[in-house]
């Protein structure tokens, strides 16, 4: 894949991030747009996209108003988070899912036409982007099984190993995140 086509995906999804501010001045900058490329699977949405961007922004207001609108380590929205959905423009189930609450929310009418100019250049961002990626699998004879079997799992995870030679699977992109420390050794987990 082309280095620059995360590039581009991270600065129009910067740039959508930054319109979403201007409707919402207490709404804090995004800390990490590339975090958002690789994150597939969640509780708050398995589709990157605008909808979902305006769902992390209702976190990103939860935070800056010191909200908590989870639990369940994340997984269950509550009745809070849905006021700011609301505010952003999200309608949501009437009742819950028993374990993700009401993390399900969808972009209204008014908020995609509010929105239009920025979901296009978003859309033909991501669309470019997954073209890319699509490419790159072109050139390889093997992804793994995640690949092989169409893993809603977040990515191809792999084997990461400590001091003592415990190992876990995980996606590279959250291991580059911060070390995962193993709880017997001491040591950080690292890809093997």
């Not at 992390?56 to 380590?73: C, K, N």
Request: overall charge positive.
């Amino acid at each position: 894949m082309s280095t620059t086509q995360p590039l581009v995906l991270a600065a129009e999804l910067a740039a959508a991030w930054s319109d979403i501010q201007a409707h919402h001045q207490d709404l804090p900058d995004l800390a990490s747009p590339e975090a958002l490329i690789g994150e597939s699977s969640s509780a708050c949405g398995t589709r990157l996209g605008f909808e979902r961007l305006l769902h992390e922004a209702a976190h990103g207001l939860a935070a800056a108003r010191d909200i908590r609108d989870t639990s369940r380590a994340g997984r269950y929205h509550n009745r809070r988070f849905l006021l700011l959905a609301s505010e952003l423009g999200l309608a949501h189930p009437i009742e819950p899912h028993a374990s993700s609450g009401f993390s399900q929310v969808t972009m209204l009418i008014e908020t995609q036409e509010r929105y239009a100019p920025t979901i296009e250049r978003l859309e033909r961002a991501l669309g470019a982007h997954q073209l890319a990626v699509a490419g790159e699998g072109a050139h390889r004879s093997f992804r793994g099984p995640a690949a092989r079997h169409g893993s809603s799992g977040g990515g191809v995870r792999v084997k990461a190993v400590c001091g003592c030679g415990r190992n876990v699977r995980v996606v590279p992109s959250v291991l580059a995140q911060a070390s995962i420390v193993c709880g017997a050794c001491q040591q950080p987990f690292r890809i093997s």
